[in-house]
């Protein structure tokens, strides 16, 4: 198959790799009006018109927004009619989520100044989350545990999860995700109007204070246009995976990490760099070989010939300032020693250390959250955590003593500025 090929030595790499990694979120004037107009209807007719798109759009036909809540016993019904092996590993992977999370969680914390004054910040939990989850044959339990989890660690007092069910299709193992995750509530809705029930609130669906979870471009669109109502994690580019690898690990093994990614969709992006051109050659032969034997082959086949690529590099430094400039979701530092090149990595969603370490572990069952940046936003962003559940006040408590001093300070600065109010409101409380 024709794959890009990329060699660092070239006049024009850089220019030729800035054009392979462009990608643009942008959603054209029909999905905006559209959306536009949902969240239009949803603000002004709530349950009345959720029920309404529910049912053209998810060919639905129920009469009220009772039908579309799904009760918290068949959640762990759900749980209770998997077979064993299969409960067992989504609770083990949840265990091993929730562990890792406990970690991350941020306390409040504070010390006092000689003069008595206090300073610190407050840690506290969001209220309420909204959590989506796509739903029918592309259903996700992964990303239940992923987002529902951190919120549970964080201390969310209720966490409310949107899932459409279109034709009545109901996904058990996210039912049973959601009542492992001890998820509050679940509406069998979806789309830009589940985005704007959550964000709005409907006579049934309570407004929250932040939405979480991937979707399609018409929910990515909504959580734009919602965003400042309520807060967002982020607006999520298609799948990555750059694979760095010195030319020791088998071929194959690295030919089905790049199909992992590029079996996600068209738009995924699955990259190797390596300075060892045999090696590049030969893992495009696995790819050739292995292919056929997808059952997702025709995605594969596009995503990699669309946007993937294969780059030769000088050797394993140029590999990662490569792998800086990509500042890819996914990055597998498949190299003897992948602990030394761990400091030189800037910019990353997460580091799959070593041969053993396939992405697929991370995307399930390792720990760290799945929820990562992507077209290079791991430049300035980072994975989902417990402290995106979290938010911080600060804390000023001022003694007598203290107040006279910085009261002085205060005024000097203010009055350099040209706020009277502000000085003289400092300078009132200086013996």
């Known amino acids: 198959m024709n794959i890009t090929r990329l060699d660092t030595t070239a006049d024009d790499f850089w220019p030729q790799l800035e054009k392979l990694l462009a990608w643009e979120s942008v959603s054209d ?42 009760a918290t016993d ?23 989520v929730r562990r890792y999370h406990q970690r991350q969680r941020q306390e ?23 959590l989506y989850v796509p739903g029918g044959k592309a259903a996700y339990p992964s990303s239940v545990l992923m987002n529902a989890i951190p919120a549970k660690v964080a201390g969310v007092e209720e966490l409310i999860m949107v899932v459409p069910t279109p034709g009545g299709e109901v996904n058990e193992l996210v ?24 964000a709005y609130g409907t006579e049934t669906v309570p407004p929250v204070d ?18 400042g109502t309520v807060g967002i994690d982020m607006i999520a580019g298609p799948s990555e995976i ?47 070989r292995l292919l056929p034997e997808m ?65 697929a572990l991370g995307d399930y069952c390792a720990g760290p959250n799945h929820v990562l940046p992507t077209s290079r936003t791991a430049r300035f962003s980072s994975p989902l955590g417990v402290y995106d559940f979290q938010k911080r006040s600060s804390l000023i408590y001022c003694s007598a003593d203290g107040a006279a001093e910085l009261g002085k300070v205060a005024s000097t600065l203010a009055r350099g500025e040209g706020l009277e109010a502000h000085a003289r409101s400092a300078e009132y409380r200086i013996k």
């Open 108 to 130: 409040s914390w504070s010390y006092r100044e000689a003069d008595g004054t206090l300073l610190g910040q407050q840690v506290t939990a969001l209220d309420r989350v909204g």
């Open 175 to 198: 039912l049973a995700a959601a009542a492992v995750c001890e998820v509050d509530r679940v509406f069998a809705v979806g789309g830009a109007q589940a985005v704007a029930a959550l």
């Open 295 to 359: 059952n997702r082959a025709e995605i594969i086949r596009k995503s990699l010939g669309d946007r993937g690529a294969l780059i030769q590099v000088r050797d394993l430094d140029e590999a990662v300032e490569v792998a800086n400039f990509i500042a890819p979701e996914h990055l597998e530092l498949s190299v003897a020693d992948p602990e030394a090149l761990v400091p030189s990595i800037r910019h990353a969603g997460a580091i799959f250390m070593g041969r053993y370490t396939a992405e």
């Open 210 to 227: 932040k939405i979480v979870g991937p979707g399609n471009i018409f929910v990515a669109t909504a959580k734009r246009h919602v965003y």
């Open 242 to 288: 750059l694979v760095v690898c010195d030319g020791q690990t088998d071929p194959d093994w690295i030919a089905m990490d790049l199909f992992s990614q590029a079996e996600h969709d068209e738009d995924a992006q699955s990259i190797l760099v390596s300075p060892d051109a045999d090696f590049i050659a030969r893992v495009a032969e696995s790819i050739e």
């Open 29 to 70: 004037d029909a999905v905006n009006d559209t959306v536009k107009e949902i969240i239009q209807a949803i603000r002004e007719r709530g349950d009345r018109a959720l029920v309404e798109y529910t049912n053209r759009f998810d060919r639905m036909q129920v009469a009220s927004m009772a039908e579309l809540q799904i």
């Open 74 to 96: 068949r959640l762990q019904a759900a749980l209770d009619g998997l077979p064993a092996q299969q409960r067992e590993a989504l609770e083990l992977a949840a265990e091993r």
